[in-house]
T-cell receptor, first 114, second 114 residues
Framework: AQSVTQLGSHVSVSEGALVLLRCNYS??????LFWYVQYPNQGLQLLLK??????LVKGINGFEAEFKKSETSFHLTKPSAHMSDAAEYFC????????????FGTGTRLTIIP | DTGVSQNPRHKITKRGQNVTFRCDPI?????LYWYRQTLGQGPEFLTY????????KSRLLSDRFSAERPKGSFSTLEIQRTEQGDSAMYLC????????????FGAGTRLSVL
């Protein structure tokens, strides 16, 4: 069974500071990994996905994530936080081998301090 | 491409009533997923379709829940005899057929059971 653990349900950073949101996964097969963002009262929007082509994945809005198999991690980073980054972020995993459903973490709420 | 559309956006009902939600996926997508999201949690998988075939159902989907996708286009999710514990955001997503294909989410239907 697959699972995702997001460390830190709430993260606060100052505007302009580094954003680091942590995600660790468990999967019995090489995984597909995703980061989604959710703004209040909206659905989920894809930030980026990992599909084994490259370990460093660049996404929208300046976000990127690095797949580290040895650490079973897929942490999300952004060099300089912007006020518009305040939202809920979800890490998700699927195995893609006839089991396409996404298993999500519990989410991390990111607050940007002016 | 108008994205994934869900209706209604909000539904308030009394305990014991039946409710039905509709999801219109991105037109060229074969797969359609339903997820449920409660406050402070990540989305949880309920069921998914490939064309009109329902391929997987979560054990979260009790006998009171039924989903259909009769012509392989839009889908409906019905909850019979609603309970207060059914209060949640119900999210629909669609994707193409392929491992690791991106799931695009609708804005969701928020159900409140009084």
């Amino acid at each position: 069974a697959q699972s995702v653990t997001q460390l830190g349900s709430h993260v606060s950073v100052s505007e302009g500071a580094l954003v680091l949101l942590r995600c660790n996964y468990s999967s019995s097969v090489p995984p597909y990994l995703f980061w989604y963002v959710q703004y209040p009262n909206q659905g989920l929007q894809l930030l980026l996905k990992y599909t084994s082509a490259a370990t460093l994945v660049k996404g929208i809005n300046g976000f990127e994530a690095e797949f580290k198999k040895s650490e079973t991690s897929f942490h999300l980073t952004k060099p300089s936080a912007h006020m518009s980054d305040a939202a809920e972020y979800f890490c998700a995993v699927s195995d893609g081998f006839g089991n396409e459903k996404l298993t999500f973490g519990t989410g991390t709420r990111l607050t940007i301090i002016p | 491409d108008t994205g994934v559309s869900q209706n209604p956006r909000h539904k308030i009902t009394k305990r014991g009533q039946n409710v039905t939600f509709r999801c219109d996926p991105i037109s060229e997508h074969n797969r359609l997923y339903w997820y449920r999201q409660t406050l402070g949690q990540g989305p949880e998988f309920l069921t998914y379709f490939q064309n009109e075939a329902q391929l997987e159902k979560s054990r979260l989907l009790s006998d009171r829940f039924s989903a259909e996708r009769p012509k392989g286009s839009f889908s409906t999710l019905e909850i019979q005899r609603t309970e207060q514990g059914d209060s949640a955001m119900y999210l629909c997503a669609s994707s193409s057929v392929g491992p690791g294909d991106i799931q695009y989410f609708g804005a969701g239907t928020r159900l409140s059971v009084l």
